[in-house]
């Protein structure tokens, strides 16, 4: 029994000996993972002279292996180019992942007027064509003054560059590109505002984007000197509902005299140019983007709340203006910069069933600096596009697709939506659209905007009042749309100005599966409400029109009270399939709060408007076969 019990002892001796290392291990702290950025590269910081005498600051990580030469990635930004100093270091160098690994030479640079840079800072510098002198600077003379520098001072480079940039960055990107220097050899703007009026962050349809706006310009302002990144305690909105914020402030004039106070004069300027001015005119890129000698990757996500038709007005400009130029066009399923930092799998309840954003990093634009920068792998096709719906990457020889063809999608009696027009001798529907109450663009409470309301449910706005709903009977086969969406509405107001909302979505049938079938439903939903996808109405595109400017954007027009009149605009590109089963809708409305500043619904200079000026009118939309209304969209044969 002795003898039993001490080999039974021992065992446990020997079997503890062999766990103490592994225990030992588990105590001991992991080594740190290596610092790639510190082992790999060498940071310098320059302050550049451009040809006016002023200095742009810049950073400079620079391979330590030196066994060859490597090209330059640029980014130009006003956002900073921290952290500061030459012995700090960016967590992560370049576009993504591979190209650090690659080995580039990275550069980063404060544009003028911001942060450590000189001179004063422009919104959207307006380019000059004609330089006649040194004084005469411009985004473009900016790059070509700093790639020239680079070139001569930093060593161990092939004499090729490209540079990329996501929105603010992607204009200086596109800025760079015109006239550019001869080393400059590929270059990616994405998601770069191009036309602040028409389209891009300011202004959509003549409409101004409110909420979007303000936010932005609570803590985006001048500098009165070069100065380091200061900490900034956010806006206090005092309620996290937006809605309830803004339609309190009245007039949007007040945000200005009530909160900013006068401290952001580039506010002003996007609230108070209301029309399509001189100053919107010369800050408007695509007519100048001439001389563009680099390759060229234009880059935009289809759900874009902030830059959305910027990719499209820049990569048309560039064909154009520049015949035989070597670009493509990318679009995937994407927010603002959403391929730059996420899967790219979903946008809120929209699924896409692949990693499309990490697709883009690897086998697009990795490709594409490696083919122009070293000349490794292929060229790229001229569009390269997601097609949500079926959730495929498609490529075409150009964009739109050739074989993509116009077909109209009428709004017929009845709240029907259909291919074929209305043959009914009159037809017409009205609503009343109240300032006091106006839409609302998402069926929650936000204080800001929430990136995934580009395909978020309407069903919250299909039961209003003040909403017109048709959709198409259940497809009995896929439709496939490609390119611009072009409302053209036959409509009269009981007022002398109106805006006119006009959304498409995407219907699922009544029997589509939700998510998660372990959710409570009927009455046993004790916590969060089920996502139920049966009948959700996902949005697709969406814009708004302010009518007055139906027939000019320099200068607005009211309306003749109760008299038809024509209003006909453009939405930004998409390609999407309408799945078999599926049913197409078109919303219309007049008001989108607070994505959209209120319509008084009387003519008058909107940001001066006072209290009394905003008044309930009646909205009527015609859809008989004289005046029929309806939307026309590019549909691609199915194969």
Do not use: C
Request: aromatic share 14%; charged share 25%; net charge negative.
């Amino acid at each position: 029994m002795k003898k039993e019990r001490l080999i039974h002892l021992l065992w446990l001796y020997l079997f503890a000996g062999m766990l103490l290392p592994y225990a030992v291990a588990q105590d001991k702290p992991a080594a740190p993972e290596e610092d790639y950025v510190k082992a790999h590269y060498t940071k310098y910081e320059y302050r550049i002279p451009m040809r006016d005498g002023v200095h742009l600051f810049t950073s400079v990580y620079v391979p330590k292996d030196t066994s060859q030469s490597y090209p330059f990635m640029i980014d130009r930004t006003p956002y900073s180019v921290a952290p500061y100093g030459e012995d700090q270091y960016k967590k992560n160098l370049g576009p993504s992942d591979e190209f650090e690994k690659a080995g580039y030479i990275f550069v980063y640079q404060d544009v003028r007027g911001r942060y450590l840079s000189e001179g004063k800072f422009i919104e959207m510098h307006p380019h000059i064509d004609d330089k006649k002198s040194p004084q005469d600077v411009d985004d473009s003379s900016d790059m070509y003054d700093t790639l020239e520098y680079l070139l001569k001072h930093v060593p161990n480079n092939n004499g090729k560059a490209g540079i990329w940039g996501i929105s603010y960055p992607g204009f200086y990107t596109s800025a760079s590109i015109i006239d550019s220097h001869p080393a400059l050899k590929a270059a990616s703007p994405q998601a770069p505002m191009t036309d602040l009026f028409k389209g891009d962050d300011a202004y959509h349809g003549g409409a101004f984007m409110l909420d979007a706006n303000f936010g932005f310009y609570t803590f985006f302002k001048p500098f009165d000197e070069p100065s380091l990144p200061k900490h900034e305690a956010p806006f206090n909105f005092g309620t996290p509902n937006a809605y309830d914020f803004y339609l309190q402030a009245g007039p949007i004039s007040n945000l200005d005299t009530k909160y900013l106070k006068g401290s952001n004069p580039l506010y002003n300027d996007q609230m108070y140019h209301t029309t399509y001015d001189d100053y919107w005119k010369a800050r408007d890129l695509s007519p100048h983007m001439k001389n563009v000698k680099p390759a060229v990757l234009v880059v935009g996500g289809w759900f874009d709340a902030e830059d959305l038709s910027g990719p499209y007005k820049t990569f048309y400009a560039i064909n154009k203006l520049n015949p035989g130029a070597t670009t493509t066009l990318v679009e995937g399923p994407w927010v603002h910069g959403g391929w730059a930092r996420s899967n790219g799998d979903h946008l809120g309840d929209a699924q896409f069933n692949s990693k499309t954003a990490e697709f883009f990093r690897k086998n697009i634009q990795f490709p594409f600096f490696e083919y122009y920068l070293k000349g490794k792998g292929s060229p790229l096709p001229k569009a390269y596009v997601f097609e949500t719906g079926t959730n495929v990457w498609r490529t075409y020889d150009a964009w739109p697709p050739a074989q993509s063809k116009p077909k109209m999608l009428y709004l017929r009696a009845g709240g029907k939506l259909s291919f074929e027009p209305p043959a009914e001798k009159e037809g017409s529907d009205e609503y009343i659209s109240d300032p006091a109450h106006p839409v609302p663009f998402v069926g929650y409470t936000t204080d800001d905007v929430p990136q995934r309301y580009m395909v978020d449910d309407q069903r919250f706005a299909s039961s209003r009042t003040d909403v017109l709903v048709y959709q198409t009977d259940p497809l009995t086969e896929d439709v496939t749309i490609a390119g611009p969406i072009s409302p053209k509405l036959k409509v009269a107001t009981t007022g002398t100005d109106s805006d006119f909302v006009v959304k498409l979505i995407d219907v699922y049938p009544n029997d589509y599966p939700d998510p998660d079938t372990e959710s409570g439903t009927g009455k046993r939903i004790l916590d969060n409400p089920p996502l139920r996808m049966g009948g959700y109405q996902q949005l697709l595109r969406g814009e708004p029109m302010r009518g007055k400017f139906r027939n000019s954007w320099e200068k607005p027009e009211a309306f003749t009270p109760g008299k038809m009149t024509e209003v006909d605009f453009s939405m930004p590109d998409l390609n999407h399939t309408f799945r078999k089963g599926h049913r197409i809708m078109i919303q219309v409305q007049s008001s989108w709060f607070p994505l959209v500043d209120r319509n008084p619904q009387t003519f008058t200079d909107i940001p001066h408007a006072k209290p009394e000026d905003f008044k309930k009118a009646t909205e009527t939309v015609f859809h008989d076969r004289d005046n029929a209304s309806g939307v026309e969209v590019l549909v691609l044969p199915q194969p």
